[in-house]
Every structure is written in structure tokens, then in C-alpha cells.
């Protein structure tokens, strides 16, 4: 009799756990209410679009019964849409406040972006408060900033950005109530009007935020100290900003930091080598800061680091053998700094690089052989001091290889015949060398074919 009773409550519990996890299957339909099919014709037809380039909207067919199936939409189990994707339909000129949108009293996520509305952000979207993620990016808005936006306190993940269409915040005061948004994107916006003082706006109104997204805002430096309080933070992009200050090392202890870019931010000073060595680090780009110094540090072993970008700063010194402790790095850009010595041997160990820029440094010694990166797509090596012979080795098994620069070096020798059978190779670049025997075709090789 224990026994049936113990079963009998197992039972129970696990019926229970699937409601509480909104596993309902045995309950609830997850075919499209009618009235949910109704207002999704009714907000097609509030759109102009091109129905000949349309991948979504023009299939939405009030003679299909299941619309919870068409294209861009998504329901919950009861039936009702939480989810519109109508990115990339080519949507211009259609109701300006988008009131077909606030009826969709369930919407959790509207993506608009890469459209052409041409319009001001439309009022119908803040009343949609159950939204957890918003997408406008180059969807043809424009105006001031957007303080009902801050209606959206359930918002995880914010998109904004833009190429296309000025958009200029005066403040960020609407992302004052969103203490739960995780992602931020306002990439193209000017919120220059902040000066320097973005760093106290976001740290203070957005403390749960992991991704930060702010390229070309015309931000101002110094990055200030109150970041750091954003301890949750992996992913930072502040390319293309005159920031004209140094890296803080603090970002150091970002300890989930995966990805940091820096581009053409005007940085100056050194670059703390502390970063270099964040175990969680995948992508790193301090490219076209020409202020920028700094040395390559040693590496733990293994480190997470796909891509270094250091092109066009002032890094010097050595490259460290211990790079070969970044098995998974995929792309080394080290163009046009004034980095020397020999190219260490260990680079042979990178498996996974696929693209290699070693152009305009003062690199000296033989080229180390790259047969076991045979995932490599591009290779640039021009204008330093490289010596020795090239022999089939350095090219086995690169059937990848698409470029190739070796020109303006010191290197010798008969060049082999190999190097011309790559099977996937485009462009070659092999003049100004003291090569012995060149092919006829060899003139060519100073231009590529």
C-alpha cells in the first residue's frame, strides 16, 4: 500500500513539475486563435511593401488556418503571437504609430530592423510592455530620443543602432527604469551630448548589462572609473569614438569579458598587458590607434583568444613563442606596427589560424612552416626582413590559401614549384626578394594574377 502511494505522488509531482514549467502540452493548443489571425491581416495590410522581394508578409494568407506557422511569427502554447521578425521586408511608409502593433497584448520580442520607415520611433510601441527584446536598427527611424522607451521595464535586449538615418539622444534618461536589460546596441546614434559622461548613465541605470554596444556614438573620453561597476559585462565595442585617452585596467577584472573592441578610438598611452591574459578573452581589436603602445605579453596555456587585431598602433618588441598556447586563435593582425625579432617557430602549432597579417614590422629570420594550419585563407608577411629559403613544407596541404604576400623580405633561394599548385590560391605576391631562377611569369607575381 506504501508503495502505490509513493508512485501515486511521483506521479503527481512530476504532472506538477511539467505546469509549473509551462510544459502544457496535455492542456493547451498551440494553434492560432482567430483573433490572432485577425490582427495579423490587419497589421499586413496597415504596411506598404514590396510583395515581389517579401519573405514574410506577402505569404501571410488569410486562406492558411495555422498562422501561428507563417513566416516572422511565433506563438505560446495558448494560441497567442509573442514573437513578430519583419526585419528585412522592405516596410516604408506604413502607419505611423503602428497601431495594429497594440492589440498584441502577449508580444515579448518585435524585430523591425532594416526596414524603411522613414518615420520617428512610432508611439504604439511603448505601450507593448510585455516586450523583452526590440530590435529598430536601420529600420528607417529618426529623431530624439525615444524617453517612453522607458515604459519597456521588461526589456532584456535593446537595439537601436543605425547606419542609415540620423538619430540623435540629447540623454539617456530612457533606459532609466530597463534595470533588466542585458544587451544594449546604439551603434550610428549620437548621444554626443553626453560627453563623458555615458560611463555614470549606463553604470547607474543598467546594472545587470553584459553587452555594450556604442560604436560611433561620438562618446568622449576618459572612460570613466564607474564602469567598472557593470561587473557583468562580456562584450564592450566602443570602435570609431575619440575617446583620446588610455585603456583603464580595470577591464582586467571583467571576468566573463569575451569579446573588446577599441578601433580607431584615438587611444593613447600603454596598453595594460593584464588584458591580454583574461582567461574568458576571445576577441581583442586595438587596430588604427596609432597613439596606442604597448608589448605582447606571454600567454597562459590555454587561453581563449580567436583574434588580435593590433594594426597601425605602436606595439613593439617581440612576439612571444608562448602564442602557441592560443590554440584556438583564427586570426593574428599585427600589420604596420614596429614589432621585431624572429617569427617564432611555435606559430607551426596554431591549428585553427585562418588569417595571418605580419605586413610592415621589422621581423627577421626564416618563416616558420604552416602545414598544420591548414585552415589558413590569408597570408601577409610583406616589408620586414625575413631571410632563408621557401621550400614546399611552408605550403603543404594549404589547398585554403586565397593570398599570399611575401614581397619586400630578404628571402632566397629557387622558389618551388608547389607554391604555384595551390588549388585555391588567387592572389600572389612574391617581388623585391633575391629569389634565384625566377619563372618567366615571375614580373606578374609583383601584382598578382
Given at each position: 500500500m506504501k508503495m502505490r502511494t509513493l508512485h501515486f505522488l511521483c506521479l503527481l509531482l512530476i504532472l506538477l513539475f511539467q505546469i509549473l514549467s509551462g510544459n502544457e502540452i496535455f492542456f493547451v493548443s498551440s494553434k492560432c486563435l482567430d483573433d490572432q489571425k485577425s490582427l495579423l491581416l490587419q497589421?499586413?495590410?496597415?504596411?506598404?511593401?514590396?510583395?515581389s522581394l517579401s519573405t514574410k508578409l506577402a505569404r501571410?494568407?488569410?486562406?492558411?488556418?495555422?498562422?501561428?506557422?507563417?513566416?516572422?511569427?511565433?506563438?505560446?502554447?495558448?494560441g497567442h503571437v509573442i514573437a513578430l521578425e519583419l526585419d528585412n521586408e522592405l516596410i516604408s511608409c506604413g502607419v505611423e504609430d503602428l497601431s495594429a502593433l497594440l492589440s498584441f497584448e502577449y508580444l515579448e520580442k518585435l524585430n523591425l530592423a532594416y526596414n524603411r520607415f522613414d518615420v520617428g520611433i512610432p508611439v504604439g510601441i511603448y505601450n507593448l510592455v510585455n516586450l523583452k527584446y526590440l530590435n529598430l536598427s536601420n529600420a528607417g527611424f529618426f529623431g530624439q530620443s525615444p524617453m517612453m522607451l522607458s515604459r519597456l521595464t521588461r526589456l532584456v535586449i535593446l537595439d537601436l543602432s543605425t547606419l542609415f538615418q540620423p538619430l540623435k539622444f540629447e540623454s539617456l534618461d530612457f533606459i532609466k527604469n530597463l534595470t533588466e536589460l542585458r544587451e544594449l546596441y546604439l551603434d550610428g546614434v549620437d548621444i554626443s551630448a553626453q560627453r563623458n559622461e555615458w560611463c555614470q548613465s549606463l553604470s547607474s541605470y543598467l546594472p545587470n548589462l553584459t553587452v555594450l554596444s556604442l560604436r560611433g556614438c561620438q562618446v568622449s573620453?576618459?572612460?570613466?572609473?564607474?564602469?567598472?561597476?557593470?561587473?557583468?559585462?562580456?562584450?564592450?565595442?566602443?570602435?570609431?569614438?575619440?575617446?583620446?585617452t588610455t585603456v583603464p585596467q580595470y577591464f582586467a577584472k571583467f571576468s566573463n569579458l569575451t569579446s573588446l573592441s577599441l578601433s580607431s578610438c584615438n587611444l593613447r598611452g600603454a596598453f595594460p598587458e593584464i588584458i591580454f591574459r583574461v582567461q574568458s578573452l576571445e576577441m581583442l581589436d586595438l587596430s588604427n590607434n596609432k597613439m596606442l603602445s604597448g608589448r605582447i605579453p606571454n600567454f597562459p596555456k590555454n587561453g581563449s583568444l580567436r583574434t588580435i587585431s593590433l594594426s597601425n598602433t605602436k606595439f613593439s618588441g617581440l612576439l612571444p613563442e608562448s602564442i602557441s598556447n592560443l590554440q584556438n586563435l583564427s586570426k593574428l593582425e599585427l600589420s604596420n606596427c614596429n614589432l621585431s625579432g624572429p617569427i617564432p617557430s611555435t606559430m607551426e602549432n596554431l591549428t585553427n589560424l585562418v588569417y595571418l597579417g605580419f605586413s610592415l614590422n621589422h621581423f627577421t629570420s626564416s618563416i616558420p612552416y604552416f602545414q598544420r594550419s591548414n585552415k589558413l585563407t590569408y597570408?601577409?608577411?610583406?616589408?620586414?626582413?625575413?631571410?632563408?629559403?621557401?621550400?614546399?613544407?611552408?605550403?603543404?596541404?594549404?589547398?585554403?590559401?586565397?593570398?599570399?604576400?611575401l614581397g619586400n623580405n630578404l628571402l632566397n633561394g629557387i622558389l618551388p614549384a608547389y607554391i604555384f599548385e595551390l588549388p585555391s590560391l588567387q592572389k600572389l605576391f612574391l617581388c623585391n626578394n633575391e629569389f634565384v631562377g625566377q619563372p618567366p611569369i615571375f614580373d606578374d607575381l609583383c601584382y598578382g594574377p
Open positions: 497589421l499586413k495590410s496597415s504596411l506598404q511593401y514590396d510583395s501571410w494568407n488569410d486562406n492558411t488556418s495555422e498562422c501561428c506557422k507563417w513566416d516572422g511569427v511565433k506563438c505560446d502554447l495558448y573620453g576618459p572612460i570613466d572609473d564607474s564602469l567598472s561597476n557593470l561587473r557583468f559585462l562580456s562584450v564592450i565595442y566602443l570602435d570609431q569614438n575619440s575617446l583620446s597570408l601577409d608577411l610583406s616589408y620586414n626582413s625575413l631571410t632563408g629559403v621557401l621550400s614546399p613544407a611552408h605550403f603543404e596541404g594549404l589547398s585554403e590559401l586565397v593570398y599570399i604576400n
